[in-house]
């Protein structure tokens, strides 16, 4: 008993300061623009409505003895088809830092898809390059493919499906949604090396993405696909004019200029 009330206090002590948001918006298969939605697809239309929000808290928080007991970094919550994924801004910064493929994607959005950017944030979308370095980009990516790719081969049912995902995989051999996901994945990933910056929403291949996510190749075709799809991150890679690595001491004086500007609130 003496545990557990431990445990409440501190889930208590989580809901005693307020939340500065700094950027915050859609992800996933809207901002990807993959998104399908029940009423066009009945067998395909199991796409969450997914939302991120990146976020800290005031002075108080940092600075005073009560702060010590709030833990929380990361929360998570999902009602019916919507996700969402909330961030404290440290936590973020860790994750961008590490190219993180779920959350980088959620700096080079459209302007539509957001739907909170205070000063803090126009700051951090405006010194996204601090994070890039090009090892770091293509083990981020190329890794997190290649963990979709094997969930795809292995051809067992996963826990995060729902009735509808595995008829597809019955139906089709493999989870579509996942094989949409590693290619576009590694074409971020590729555009990163190149270019310096990435297209969340896929305009110029979406269709061929949704063609994927709605089982129009055969797990073959789909391997032999992200074969290619691999070659070309790693031809990027030694082309890539990206530093080697992101510079940490930036990023942690980007990370205290959010927050110079985001506690004088």
Avoid at 71 to 97: N, P
């Amino acid at each position: 008993m003496k545990n557990y009330g431990e445990k409440r206090k501190r889930k208590l002590y989580n809901y005693i300061f307020n939340k500065n948001i700094i950027l915050s918006g859609y992800r996933g298969s809207i901002s990807h623009g993959l998104y399908i939605a029940p009423k066009d697809n009945e067998e395909f239309g199991i796409c969450d409505t997914d939302l991120f929000e990146i976020y800290c808290f005031p002075k108080e928080y940092y600075l005073a003895l009560e702060g010590y007991y709030h833990s929380k970094e990361v929360s998570e919550t999902k009602h019916e088809e919507i996700d969402s994924v909330e961030y404290e801004v440290r936590k973020a910064m860790h994750l961008l830092a590490g190219c993180n493929p779920n959350v980088i994607g959620w700096l080079y959005s459209k302007p539509e898809h957001y739907t909170t950017i205070s000063e803090g944030g126009k700051l951090l979308l405006k010194n996204r390059s601090l994070f890039l370095g090009r090892r770091r980009v293509r083990d981020a990516f190329s890794g997190y493919a290649y963990s979709q790719l094997k969930r795809l081969t292995e051809g067992a049912f996963k826990g995060y499906m729902g009735e509808k995902r595995k008829k597809i995989v019955v139906k089709y051999g493999y989870d579509t949604k996942n094989a949409s996901t590693l290619i576009r994945l590694l074409r971020h990933g590729a555009e990163l090396l190149k270019t310096g910056e990435m297209k969340t929403y896929r305009d110029e291949d979406r269709q061929f993405l949704l063609d994927i996510k709605q089982g129009k190749y055969s797990l073959n075709q789909l391997q032999k696909i992200a074969d290619k799809e691999f070659k070309l991150v790693e031809e990027a890679y030694e082309k890539s004019e990206l530093p080697l690595e992101n510079n940490r001491n930036k990023i942690s004086e980007l990370l205290v200029k959010i927050f110079e500007l985001e506690l004088a609130k």
